[in-house]
């Protein structure tokens, strides 16, 4: 997968958020996990766009870390969704397994972009 369609996965992962949390129930719960799902499911494309401008492999490295990070913490949000029945697991599945996916990618290019930092730095 190249980076223009890593960047419109992303994209279109924080398009489905803003709709699923637009079309949460109106309680307090809901809006409690329904804005930390927000905020983290859309940090993941903002801080990958980053991530492709980035000044240094370090800096790299650090927004990919992120992108990583803010993925995983939106399968959390959404875990608690379905958990606590405030969303059928069903609705969510497709969106999980994308995530999963997010998850997966962002994790092998961090090591990979750190690996070879290793070696142009000659670090151990």
Same mark, same amino acid.
């Given at each position: 997968?190249?980076?223009?369609?890593? $960047?419109?996965?992303?994209?279109?992962?924080? +398009? =489905?958020?803003?709709?699923? !949390? *637009? &079309?949460?129930? %109106?309680?307090?719960? $809901?809006?409690?996990?329904?804005?930390?799902? +927000? =905020?983290?499911?859309?940090? !993941? *494309? &903002?801080?990958? %766009?980053?991530?492709?401008?980035?000044?240094?492999?370090?800096?790299?490295?650090?927004?990919?870390?992120?992108?990583?990070?803010?993925?995983?913490?939106?399968?959390?949000?959404?875990?608690?969704?379905?958990?606590?029945?405030?969303?059928?697991?069903?609705?969510?599945?497709?969106?999980?397994?994308?995530?999963?996916?997010?998850?997966?990618?962002?994790?092998?290019?961090?090591?990979?972009?750190?690996?070879?930092?290793?070696?142009?730095?000659?670090?151990?």
């Amino acid at each position: 997968m190249d980076h223009v369609e890593l $960047a419109e996965r992303t994209k279109a992962l924080a +398009l =489905r958020i803003v709709r699923l !949390v *637009g &079309a949460l129930p %109106r309680t307090r719960e $809901a809006d409690v996990l329904g804005r930390q799902l +927000l =905020r983290s499911g859309t940090s !993941v *494309g &903002a801080n990958y %766009r980053e991530a492709r401008r980035a000044r240094s492999k370090a800096d790299f490295v650090s927004k990919i870390g992120i992108c990583l990070q803010e993925s995983d913490e939106c399968l959390y949000w959404l875990e608690l969704l379905a958990e606590s029945g405030i969303v059928r697991p069903a609705l969510l599945f497709e969106l999980q397994e994308e995530l999963g996916q997010l998850v997966a990618i962002f994790a092998a290019s961090s090591k990979t972009a750190r690996q070879r930092s290793d070696v142009t730095t000659g670090s151990p």
